[in-house]
C-alpha cells in the first residue's frame, strides 16, 4: 500500500512534484493512528517518502524505522511535511549496485533523521539481504533499550 501512495512522479530538471498522493496519505495516517501504535515500520524505495512522513508526523505510534533503498521527498511539498528530523531511530539499508535509488538520495534522507544507523551491501535495489538480518536485529534490540 506505501508503495503506491507516491502515485506519479513528474520531474523536470531534477524538480519533481508528486500527483494524486493526498488522499492515500491521509488513509495510512488515520489507518496508523487507528490501528497503532505499532512497534516499527519498514519501507522499500519509494515508500520511503510516505514513511518518513509518518515517522516525522507520528513518532509516538512508532519505536523504531527502517529504510531500504529509500529516499526523501523530492516534492517540496511533501518534504515540508517532514517536519524537523526524524526522532524516531531509523536504519537505512543501502545497496553499493542500486541502480534505482543512488546513495546520494539515500543520504538526503538519512540527514532528515536523528542519529541515524547506516548499513550496506554490495547487491543492487533489493530487500534486507540475508547477511544484514544480524545488523537488523541488533539495531530492532537496541532501539527498545
Request: with cysteine; charged share 20%.
Amino acid at each position: 500500500m506505501l508503495r503506491s501512495l507516491v502515485g506519479s512522479e513528474m520531474c523536470i530538471r531534477d524538480r519533481c512534484r508528486y500527483e494524486q498522493w493526498e488522499e492515500p496519505l491521509d488513509y495510512v495516517r488515520q489507518f496508523a493512528e487507528e490501528h497503532g501504535p505499532w512497534d516499527g515500520l519498514v519501507a522499500f524505495s519509494q515508500g520511503g517518502v510516505p514513511a518518513a512522513i509518518l515517522l516525522s508526523q507520528m513518532p509516538y505510534l512508532f519505536h523504531w524505522g527502517i529504510f531500504v533503498s529509500c529516499f526523501a521527498p523530492q516534492d517540496p511539498r511533501m518534504r515540508e511535511l517532514v517536519a524537523g528530523p526524524i526522532r524516531v531511530p531509523t536504519l537505512h539499508v543501502m545497496g553499493e549496485a542500486d541502480q534505482w535509488v543512488a546513495a546520494e538520495r539515500s543520504i538526503q534522507l538519512r540527514d532528515m533523521c536523528f542519529d541515524p544507523t547506516t548499513v550496506t551491501h554490495p547487491d543492487g535495489h533489493i530487500m534486507i539481504p540475508k547477511q544484514l538480518l544480524g545488523s537488523v536485529k541488533q539495531f530492532i534490540e537496541r532501539s527498545y533499550a
